[in-house]
């Protein structure tokens, strides 16, 4: 008797769930459901149980609930997607690891060094992977510009630069008087602390001096809000970084990044979706997009896919994915020089990176 003819067994999708359905997390959510193969958007959890549910019916998803812990007891969860306020990011961290789950965190990991080594500790114990949403990791330019570093193409680096220029409109920043003190480095410069930690090939960023101002929105400066930031990073290999960043870019979203070594130099970052250019009666240009999500659209479903396959590779026991996704040593170093950032604006002076640790020790090198 013949063999019958059978289709191959489908392989078990990794099941995500999501923690947080605002902006990004939602942005997530539909990667997860839609472009991202092998996967499964399980469940959705948010305290504004309306938006959830929402996501949920638009998404297909059955599972939807107020309540992060819930997403903790389900045994059909091989992994949560962290997008809820940094303030929550900690705790949640904590929970899921003491879960068992897998975790994708977006950025900051938390908003203290002492939460976070918290956090990092329960990660440990629980044996789980951790990756964290720096997304310029997984963009095709910036990890082309790594190569070239990694591969001596350069030279050694001597000067670094960074920028992250948020969309604004010519009436000010929506929202301005909402945004907590300490965001521009805790949640946006975070982003260009990474991606300089990351292209200086190991280099531990030791002292920071910063400038800072309200330039967009002056009459919030009393309250904190600071929306201009140039930062500058002395490294242990001697190299010289820049990070500045601005909420008020009228043309759109602007992130770049630039390597200048002792034998040439590499760039990655533009405000064109694609390098094609549009000549018409209007003028020339190349479709600059207005929003993270559309200049980093595929950054932003790498990283995920990434996070999807270091499950698979855990539980199916399928190739680990490479290179290696940012983790928990690297949330520290960014965080690290965020936060001594933030005290070289109160003080006016440089800041030593590891005087505000708590151990006084260095963070690790980014890979």
Request: aromatic share 6%; charged share 20%.
């Amino acid at each position: 008797m013949a063999y019958l003819e059978r289709p191959p067994a489908q392989p078990e999708p990794v099941r995500l769930a999501l923690a947080g359905c605002g902006w990004i997390g939602a942005f997530h959510a539909e990667s997860v459901a839609n472009r991202i193969a092998g996967t499964r958007l399980e469940a959705i959890a948010d305290p504004a149980l309306d938006a959830a549910t929402a996501l949920a019916d638009r998404l297909g998803t059955a599972k939807v609930t107020a309540e992060a812990a819930d997403l903790w007891r389900d045994p059909d969860i091989d992994g949560v997607i962290i997008a809820a306020p940094a303030r929550f990011h900690a705790s949640l961290i904590t929970e899921a690891a003491a879960a068992g789950k897998h975790i994708f965190c977006e950025k900051p990991a938390a908003r203290s060094l002492e939460e976070l080594d918290g956090a990092l500790a329960a990660v440990e114990a629980a044996g789980v992977e951790l990756q964290i949403g720096f997304n310029r990791r997984f963009a095709a330019d910036f990890a082309a510009a790594k190569r070239v570093v990694e591969a001596g193409a350069i030279g050694v680096p001597r000067l670094l630069r960074s920028l992250t220029r948020d969309p604004g409109t010519a009436e000010g920043i929506p929202h301005a008087g909402r945004i907590p003190p300490g965001t521009i480095f805790l949640e946006t410069l975070i982003h260009d602390f990474d991606t300089l930690n990351w292209f200086n090939q190991g280099a531990v960023p030791q002292q920071v001096h910063v400038m800072a101002d309200a330039l967009v929105e002056p009459g919030l400066k009393d309250q904190g809000f600071l929306d201009t930031a140039v930062a500058t990073i002395r490294y242990s290999n001697g190299a010289i970084a820049v990070a500045e960043a601005n909420f008020s870019a009228l043309y759109g979203y602007d992130v770049r990044g630039e390597v200048f070594g002792s034998a040439g130099m590499t760039t990655a970052g533009s405000l064109q979706e694609t390098a094609a250019t549009v000549y018409t009666e209007q003028g020339f240009g190349g479709g600059t997009p207005r929003l993270n999500v559309e200049l980093f659209h595929d950054a932003y479903t790498a990283e995920l896919a990434h996070f999807a396959d270091v499950i698979r590779h855990r539980r199916d026991g399928t190739p680990a994915p490479e290179p290696a996704a940012p983790g928990g040593a690297d949330a520290r170093t960014a965080l690290a020089v965020a936060l001594a950032c933030i005290r070289s604006v109160e003080t006016g002076a440089p800041v030593n990176v590891a005087d505000i640790l708590p151990s006084g020790v260095l963070p690790e090198a980014a890979r």
